[in-house]
């Protein structure tokens, strides 16, 4: 996991980042909940459920993505001006293992910020009972767009 | 979308991808059915629905990406033998337009079929409300694979 | 392949696309050839040799990889205004046949133009000695940006 | 960079790594180098050369993939039992910065190995003169494919 120090351009990231989170009604859907922020990380939980599954019982890989998509996106947007909206505008998921736990936490990073575009990294991890051990189920890269000037998407 | 003609080695394909269909959970929340199961062809829909958007109000990325790796996943099920199951090992998606839109519909396509991977191609269309136009709103690039003799996952 | 019509901003871009084409000096290591340039549609053809193989004696996974780029590429700069340059942002690739053949031909073409991204898909093609039969041996999926203001990048 | 500890299935893995990249003759083409090679992980290096370039001077894409592909492919070959040969089934590549250097060296890293499939995370960093200053200008998610039995594959 890359591990890089950035600067926000936006001191008050944390709380638009977490209602932006709010406002994502999937994230409601999934019961999923918005952990860490920090300046380029952003970490996204979610508990196992039974609605959640594909069909041999394991976490569909439509959640994975939703998760590990979504904390990309915020890391991405807890780095650009108030002003920028995020969009994500392409990713590739690898599923390393089959999405089998009773948590999941995705953790989503910023590789390299840019003006318009932000490459990030992320990952999700299956976390067992008492949340001493991680196992990486998938990973994920991610552009993600700085949107302006555009009255329908506003972070 | 590539358009070509697969024999499939399972006379009862059909039955089996619905079947399969049937037992995953999220697609049930999603309110997402399977139309078209043809071979190594699926298409899913769904309908515009306030809690599977993020949070500018379109339909979330990880909700385009859940349908149509369905979609492409069954595709290649299609293909495969009875004792075969499906897994993804690994997805690109590139959102071309924002997830707006009454309905939406995913086509996956095998491109290449093989004996353990399937190369699967898919697309997402938000669809107008008497269906007349569709437009192309995101695409897949998927990996699919054959998995045999393991007890914990059978479609 | 994506059949798509579109109008080019620059009415010159075909003899654009031919002179850049012409600096790029890896294109003249490979004895690569820029062939069709269309509206969003570049092809790029390349004869085997010996010393763009990998270890099996299959042409180079990098050399598939180098030709669909520069044809996705130029399909996405004949569409963009004359102050814009090109920039590969990421691709994916997958390889769905070994290299093997006398010759090969790359297609790229636009499939989502945009202000500052384009979206585009290659395919490249294994092919027989009398140029009747075409293989399909791999597929681009790319984003392409449209560069201004870069005194270092000018196509 | 992921930092695993992987135990190699076949003892003379370093010297069948390098007896097979010695076998790239593209790799010599481009005057490319193997340096580390240790269980999962392989580094090859290239210097920058005007016949290598794109149409801005840069180092194209191409080159940077061909390296960073041979790098991850050789560090899944390098986890092969000996009856195995390595085959890329699909990378994805993000260009994060314009290839600009004297050197530039391509780490490849098994991030998760599997019978027939090994995912791999590659990144390629410009070197300045000294050695000193590295800096990332592409990364690599890959997937690569253990063959066996295959007369016409074998590393």
Redo the contacts between chains.
């Keep these: 996991m890359p591990t890089a120090k950035f600067v926000p351009s936006d001191p008050a990231f944390e709380t638009r980042v977490r209602a932006?989170?709010a406002?994502?009604?999937?994230m409601?859907?999934f019961g999923a909940t918005i952990e860490r922020v920090a300046p380029g990380a952003v970490d996204i939980r979610i508990a196992m459920r039974?609605?959640?599954?594909?069909?041999?019982g394991f976490l569909?890989?439509?959640?994975v993505?939703?998760?590990v998509?979504?904390a990309c996106g915020y890391a991405a947007l807890s780095l650009m001006p108030p002003e920028a909206?995020v969009?994500?505008?392409?990713?590739?998921?690898?599923?390393?293992?089959?999405g089998r736990g009773e948590r999941f936490v995705a953790r989503g990073r910023v590789?390299?910020p840019g003006r318009?575009?932000h490459?990030c990294?992320g990952e999700v991890f299956a976390v067992a009972g008492d949340g001493a051990e991680e196992r990486?189920i998938a990973?994920m890269?991610a552009?993600m767009?700085a949107v302006r000037d555009r009255p329908?998407?506003?972070?």
């Design positions: 932006s989170f406002r994502q009604k999937l409601h859907l039974d609605d959640l599954t594909q069909q041999h569909h890989a439509g959640v993505t939703s998760i998509d979504s909206a969009l994500s505008v392409e990713f590739k998921v690898n599923l390393l293992a089959p590789l390299k318009t575009l490459v990294f990486l990973t890269m552009t767009m329908d998407v506003a972070d």
